[in-house]
């Protein structure tokens, strides 16, 4: 079982809609959690941290389900500058290094 | 500010030749890292260094793969040997401390590896 699973996608969102999809990980000990934006041949760009509470920045919202041990990134109103890929990444402890999903492919389309 | 540098940006080699790929960190950035990301797969963890010392090398493929961070000059991950399951997106990334989450890192645009 991978560390980090996500669904490859890709998800076709109509411009306007909300689309949300998980990221699941395997080692219960992890402790801090991200979601990365992949543009098509581009570095990884940080989107958000996630944090126990939720958390939310403008369109996006992050959540963290510790219990079922799941991350969630929904995206409201989609622009189609939103289409890219987004990747789970998490650490499993203090100044460990990142591990990624394989990163679900998000089109928005007019 | 440069950011992280990464050249060459595109590469192609042929089965059997060497591959050298470098990044410069950001302006005080003593730590870098070096991640591989296969077509259509996302990043996965090389290794780890700090200048002259490697950290961590658990993701570094045990036979043709090496890295060095030396008290000079870039970071170089050398691929010797190479065959067509290394063609591949190499990214790398930079803080300035001992990575404590992902804010503090800041990737490189990456180089393509092509082997034909």
């Known amino acids: 079982r991978k560390e980090v699973e996500q669904d490859p996608g890709p998800f076709n969102v109509p411009e306007g809609a909300t689309v949300a999809f998980n990221c699941t990980y395997s080692?219960?000990?992890?402790?801090?959690f991200f979601w990365y934006r992949q543009d098509c041949r581009k570095e990884p760009k940080l989107l958000m941290s996630v944090y126990s509470s939720g958390n939310e920045d403008g369109r996006f919202t992050a959540q963290l389900n510790r219990a079922s041990q799941y991350i969630s990134l929904l995206i409201r109103d989609s622009k189609l500058s939103d289409s890219a890929t987004y990747l789970c990444?998490?650490?499993?402890?203090?100044?460990?290094?990142?591990?990624f999903g394989g990163g679900t492919r998000v089109l928005v389309k007019p | 500010n440069a950011g992280v540098m990464q050249n060459p940006r595109h590469l192609v080699r042929r089965r059997g030749q060497e591959a050298r790929l470098r990044c410069s960190p950001m302006k005080g950035h003593s730590h870098v890292y070096w991640y591989r990301q296969l077509p259509e797969e996302g990043l996965k963890f090389m290794v780890y260094?700090?200048?002259?010392?490697?950290?961590?090398e658990s993701g570094m493929p045990k036979e043709r793969f090496s890295a060095e961070f030396p008290k000079e000059g870039p970071s170089i991950l050398r691929i010797q040997q190479v065959v067509r399951g290394d063609s591949a997106a190499y990214f790398c990334?930079?803080?300035?401390?001992?990575?404590?989450?992902?804010?503090?890192?800041?990737f490189g645009a990456g180089s393509r590896l092509t082997v034909l």
């Open positions: 990334a930079s803080s300035r401390y001992r990575e404590t989450g992902a804010n503090v890192l800041t």
């Open positions: 260094l700090q200048k002259e010392n490697i950290i961590d």
């Open positions: 080692n219960s000990a992890s402790q801090s």
């Open positions: 990444v998490v650490i499993k402890a203090a100044g460990n290094k990142l591990t």
